[in-house]
């Protein structure tokens, strides 16, 4: 089955800076990457997700990138808030075209500090 | 995104009792619903898969006489732990999906403690 690894588990960034999360997978199979954030008692919220017929895709400061060759896909968040602060889940299927199977990534703290 | 509400928020309850967790998808029909769980610090780990209509395929090593996931309309999924105990206690989480659509949502989520 697919398994997806995440680095780093911690990251603190002051405001303004770069954050960038990595994960790698080791699936072919998988097409299908979404990156969630998770505040503490809540359920995951989608950010942004990336097909395997795109290499990027940006949403306002948010960016994931994938490597397909290379099995890895990545998230950056530009100028950072405090607001930013969660945690963040990459993950990865396959489309199966009615509702993905998502195997999730171990998660990254991410801190923004004033 | 779409709209998925979970009831009751939080729960607690005694050991031996049984916990009836609701699901509901508010804005589209929810062909599939994904049971998801989480413990402490720690990751998502799929539980167990529905579809409307028929019996939910468990993953490995989630009993499905524990578990009882009930899918009979297209916006409604309940998920019950039967006789839980203490290492029940955890976040559980639902995600419905329909044909034709690739986005993932989540449902708010339901904290469990068993004690």
């Known amino acids: 089955g697919e398994n997806v690894e995440q680095h780093p588990s911690t990251l603190s960034v002051q405001e303004g800076d770069s954050a960038v999360i990595k994960c790698t997978y080791s699936?072919?199979?998988?097409?299908?990457f979404p990156w969630y954030k998770q505040e503490l008692g809540k359920g995951p919220q989608l950010i942004i997700d990336?097909?395997?017929?795109?290499g990027e895709k940006k949403d306002q400061r948010i960016a994931v990138t994938l490597n397909k060759t290379a099995k890895h896909f990545s998230l950056h968040i530009t100028e950072t808030q405090p607001e930013d602060s969660a945690v963040y889940f990459c993950?990865?299927?396959?489309?199966?075209?009615?509702?993905?199977?998502?195997?999730f990534g171990t998660g990254t703290q991410l801190k923004v500090e004033l | 995104g779409a709209v998925v509400s979970q009831h009751p928020s939080r729960v607690i309850c005694k050991s031996g009792t049984s916990v009836k967790i609701e699901c509901r998808s508010l804005?589209?029909?929810?062909?599939?619903m994904f049971w998801y769980r989480q413990f402490p610090k720690q990751s998502l780990m799929l539980m167990a898969t529905?579809?409307?209509?028929?019996?939910?395929?468990?993953e490995q090593g989630v009993e499905k006489d524990k578990f009882l996931i009930n899918h009979a309309s297209l916006t409604l999924s309940t998920l019950t732990v039967t006789s839980a105990h203490p290492e029940d206690s955890s976040f559980y989480i639902c995600?419905?999906?329909?044909?034709?659509?690739?986005?993932?949502?989540f449902g708010p989520g339901t904290r469990l403690t068993v004690l």
């Open positions: 993950a990865a299927s396959p489309l199966t075209g009615g509702g993905n199977k998502l195997t």
């Open positions: 699936d072919s199979a998988s097409n299908y």
């Open positions: 990336i097909r395997s017929n795109v």
């Open positions: 804005d589209f029909q929810a062909t599939t």
């Open positions: 529905s579809n409307e209509g028929s019996k939910a395929t468990y």
């Open positions: 995600s419905p999906a329909s044909g034709g659509t690739d986005t993932q949502y």
